[in-house]
Every structure is written in C-alpha cells, then in structure tokens.
C-alpha cells in the first residue's frame, strides 16, 4: 500500500520490541502495566499491550474510556478528575452495559467526590475512586497529609463508591534526569506512599496503588507502600518511545523510536537552507523540534545530515545539510503523545509491507 508524503510511519517491529521490552521491565519488579493508551489510541497498538499481559488500561476521560469499551477492554482506570454531568452519565453507562466492568477514576477534591456520589447513586458500588495525590505547582492532586484524609473520609462515606486506593504522578516533574529533579520526584512519591499507609483501612475494595509517568517509572517501582496493595504502573510513551525527550529520559533499556515522519524536500530556496513539507500540523514541537534520522534521495540513501531550525503550520526548515528537492527526510520526534494525535492514519511498516492504521482520539 502506497502513501502520500508526508506521513506517519510507524516500524511494527520496533514497536513490539518495546512492548515487549516494557512488559518484561515491569514484571521483573512485581509491577501490573495499565498502559497509558491515550498516547496512540490505536486498536492494532492497543491489542498488542493487551496481549503482553496489561492489568489494565489507563484512558484520560470518559470518551477515550467508550472507545477502550468498544475495543472490549473491561478494566479501566480514568487517570483524570470527571466533574461534569454528561461525563458522569457516560461513564454510568458503559458500568451499566457489563456487569464485569472495572472502572476506577480520580478524585482531589470533597466536592468532585460529592458529585460522583450523586451521579452513581442508582449504581452503588461500581465505581472506584482512586485519591489523586499531587505536587505543589504541578497538576491535580491533593498537596498534604491533610487534604488526603479529608477527601479520602469522603470517598469511604459516600454510599455510592468504593474507595480503591491511592493515585501519584510522578511525571510533573521536569522530564530531565538532574538530581535535582528526581529529588522531587521522589518527594511527591514519598507522599502518596504515606497517604496509602495511613489511610489503608478505609479502602473498601481491593485496594490499589498506582503510579504514572514515561520518565520515572524507576523511582515508581522503588516506592511502594508497606500496607497490603496492587502495584500499577500507568507509563504510556514508551510503546512508540522517540528521538528526544524520553530517549533522554527514560531509564528502561532496549526501547528503541519506532515512529517517524516521512518528509519530502519541497525547496531549497537559499544555499544550506532546505524546505520540507510538513510543519507543525504534522508534528510535535511542544518537547522539541523533530530531527534528521534518514535522507533518500533519487539515488539512494544519503547522509542524514542537517538540523530542524524552525516549524511553520505546513513546513520546516532544514540547514547544514546537502538536500535536494524530491528528497525523502525521515524525522524523528520528541513525545509521542503529540504526533498520533495528529494524523488519523499512521502507515504501519512491518517485514517490508505497508498498511493503515487509524486513530480513534
């Protein structure tokens, strides 16, 4: 199957190395994998994390939580805060269709647990709510010791819920490896370990603790409560990894970057200077600018020189490289999570034959 350029590429082989690289990380350290599948939601992707042994997966709101339900995934974990009615409503409906649903969900606040409460009161009992703990500055999550008995009493009060255990983030920190950095991480760790400990006896059900994050998933597998617990980890990004931030990062050896953006060289306007034809609408800049990993030219490959000084919606800009126009420029990118987000059909390469993927964000 033939595609247009630019596009997506994703090297099958490589992505199953790092599934399979990832399933065998966790395992050896007693850690569950519930793959933070909102960094492709992509079924053939999804089915193959599934089929390495996920506990569970990790969705971000309730819409991504349907399409996991479609895909027939039945143990879901909502790593976000839902609030609002209709999100509510939604996810009643999907406990309500299968009895044999699992869902668990965040909760920070007395006031996000009295709306849960409310919105499950004609199905007590089916949801579980995890206590988000989290880190001054960072995103949601109570901040002290405090906060989380409040909220926590609230949750083990409500007659609709069942209070599931305790939720960290490590991944607010800054994604770089200074001592600096992990000590914060492991600040915000010890936290919700201790929170876990103390409030223990107040969980209703087979109680959980969990930990997200593509960058520290090593300080995640060191702190683990001393009470009785199942440990999750919530990491997402390294099923495609990448050729920036968490190549940079992430400790978990053998993941390789399986996704690339084919290019083609559109113009050479000036000496040095080379136009492609792809730009921010194609790729991801948030983490970093993509980078030069493979140049083809009409008689084969070439050196894979030059450096990606500037983005435009539908274009970039290339120099220091000999580039001619029709070249093919493979880009590397930095965070996954901004390039499937992007494209509704990825082009899947595996043993030299090409075919379509779709994305279903």
């Known amino acids: 199957m033939e595609f247009p350029r630019p596009q997506m590429v994703l090297d099958v082989a490589k992505l199953e190395n790092n599934i399979r690289v990832m399933a065998n990380w966790a395992a050896s350290r007693s850690l569950n ?30 819409q991504q939580a349907r399409t996991a339900f479609s895909w027939g995934l039945r143990r879901l974990i909502i790593a976000n805060e839902i609030v609002d009615p209709l999100g509510l409503a939604a996810m009643r409906a999907l406990l309500k269709q299968d009895d044999e649903t699992i869902m668990y969900v965040l909760a920070d606040s007395c006031a996000g647990v009295q709306r849960m409460s409310t919105a499950f009161a004609s199905l007590p009992g089916r949801l579980r709510v995890l ?34 255990g305790v939720s960290a983030y490590e991944g607010v920190a800054p994604e770089i490896r200074r ?34 994050g593509s960058a520290f998933p090593d300080r995640a597998a060191v702190h683990l409560p001393s009470k009785p617990h ?32 084919h ?9 040095g200077l080379a136009v492609l034809n792809a730009g921010k609408r194609d790729l991801p800049y948030d983490a970093g600018l993509p980078v030069v990993v493979r140049v083809t030219g009409d008689h084969g490959e070439k050196p894979a020189a030059g450096t990606v000084e500037r983005l435009f919606d539908h274009h970039a800009l290339v120099r220091g490289a000999d580039l001619a126009v029709g070249d093919t420029v ?9 390039v499937f987000d992007r494209w509704r059909v990825i082009e899947a390469v595996l043993g030299g034959t090409s075919e379509a993927w779709t994305t279903e964000f």
């Open 33 to 62: 994998l519930a793959p933070h599948i909102k960094t492709t939601m992509t079924r053939q992707i999804v089915e193959r994390q599934v089929n390495a042994g996920a506990w569970a997966v990790t969705v971000v709101n309730p």
């Open 131 to 164: 206590l988000d703990v989290g880190a001054m500055g960072g995103r949601t999550g109570v901040r002290t010791l405090d906060d989380a008995r409040c909220v926590a009493q609230e949750i083990h009060d409500a007659p609709a819920l069942l209070f599931a």
């Open 179 to 212: 001592p600096d950095v992990v000590d914060q991480v492991d600040h915000h760790l010890s936290l919700a370990v201790e929170a876990y400990n103390a409030l223990h006896d107040l969980m209703d059900t087979d109680p959980v603790f969990t930990a997200g």
């Open 230 to 261: 199942t440990p999750v980890l919530r990491s997402g990004s390294y099923v495609t990894h990448d050729d920036g931030v968490y190549a940079g990062v992430c400790p978990v050896e053998g993941l390789q970057p399986a996704v690339t953006v």
């Open 263 to 271: 290019t083609v060289v559109a113009s050479v306007p000036e000496p």
């Open 330 to 338: 493979a880009l590397g990118i930095s965070h996954p999570c901004g």
